[in-house]
């Protein structure tokens, strides 16, 4: 044991002496480009809860391997896999800990332009959805643009039943021109229903955005997250120190990994006090809504990291480390 806690403590030593630097970082947790885009990948599908989730996601087979060992040994490859994800880990966090305390610039988001052109709804989603809002509003039947729709849907009741009514009694060679013509018909009226309804979004999001500030992860002070995510890297990095160890030493370190497993609430403690954190920063803005401002606050982190993995994982990058860090390291 005198030797693992040496192992452990050596390790974090030599990782937090570089931990005030992106590139000493990468030199210190070296992955290869597929590794990085792997992570990436991971940080990316992460869309509920942003960086937490990817956290929780990479932690979880490391911890159902630990928990097997139990029972079996674990073979010297499965151990050098978890190592190797316990290191995508722990990069991420010491990254996220240079964007906290501004090591590395965290960029404003790009302006989002979605919803200027017409939605890509189909003309029955964009029924149902004003009919909700109707129902919800009754009021909203003044709306020009929910007027204009519902009498659009009108015509194309009564332009849809006359098709229905007149077709049997078209002549079989002039069907296609009577079909032509009607669908000529049925395309404008749905032109006319999806420019409405683009219209009446970019109406609701120009209100929503009036009454709540639009959210940068640069404005927020994140500082205060670093001494939380210096302990967070710390019990991830013990994580990996000691199944290196166990998959060094071979024998007789069931009974340590058992014990690893056993303590695991350290490190998911860690991540659960960081969103509690989330919303601490946010209640001192008092300009978001807290849930929201939390949940922001995890995505924009995911985010950033994400560019910067991804980059990093580029083969250019690979091959001059130091040519493709981000700007600020």
């Not at 940080?43 to 979880?60: A, N, P, T």
């Not at 009454?211 to 210096?230: C, H, R």
């Amino acid at each position: 044991m005198v030797e693992l806690e040496k192992r452990i403590s050596g390790d974090w030593f030599e990782l937090k002496e570089k931990a005030g630097s992106f590139h000493a970082l990468l030199e210190a947790l070296p992955l290869s480009p597929a590794e990085l885009r792997g992570a990436a990948t991971t940080l990316r599908l992460s869309v509920e809860q942003g960086i937490i989730e990817f956290k929780r996601s990479m932690l979880s087979p490391v911890l159902v391997a630990l928990e097997t060992a139990r029972y079996k040994t674990l073979d010297s490859q499965e151990m050098t896999e978890q190592e190797r994800s316990l290191t995508a880990l722990l990069l991420a966090v010491m990254i996220q800990r240079l964007l906290a305390v501004d090591v590395l610039p965290r960029s404003r988001p790009r302006q989002d332009e979605q919803g200027a052109g017409s939605p890509e709804l189909g003309i029955g989603s964009i029924v149902t959805s004003v009919k909700s809002m109707v129902k919800a509003n009754p009021a909203l039947r003044a709306h020009p643009a929910i007027k204009n729709i519902l009498v659009q849907v009108q015509f194309y009741t009564k332009e849809n039943q006359k098709m229905r009514e007149l077709f049997p009694m078209i002549k079989p060679e002039k069907r296609a021109s009577f079909l032509s013509n009607f669908r000529r018909t049925f395309g404008d009226i749905a032109e006319s229903i999806r420019r409405n309804y683009t219209a009446l979004l970019q109406e609701e999001a120009a209100a929503t955005k009036s009454k709540q500030p639009e959210f940068s992860l640069a404005l927020l002070p994140l500082k205060s997250l670093a001494p939380l995510l210096t302990n967070q890297a710390k019990e991830v990095a013990r994580v990996r120190s000691t199944l290196a160890y166990a998959r060094e030493e071979k024998y007789k370190t069931r009974e340590i990994l058992v014990r690893l497993y056993d303590s695991r609430h350290q490190v998911l403690g860690f991540i659960e006090e960081e969103l509690k954190m989330f919303r601490g920063i946010c209640r001192q803005t008092l300009q978001y809504d807290l849930d929201s401002c939390a949940q922001e606050i995890a995505m924009g982190f995911r985010d950033q990291i994400v560019a910067i993995l991804e980059k990093q994982g580029r083969p250019s990058a690979a091959s001059n480390p130091t040519g493709g860090a981000p700007t600020g390291s």
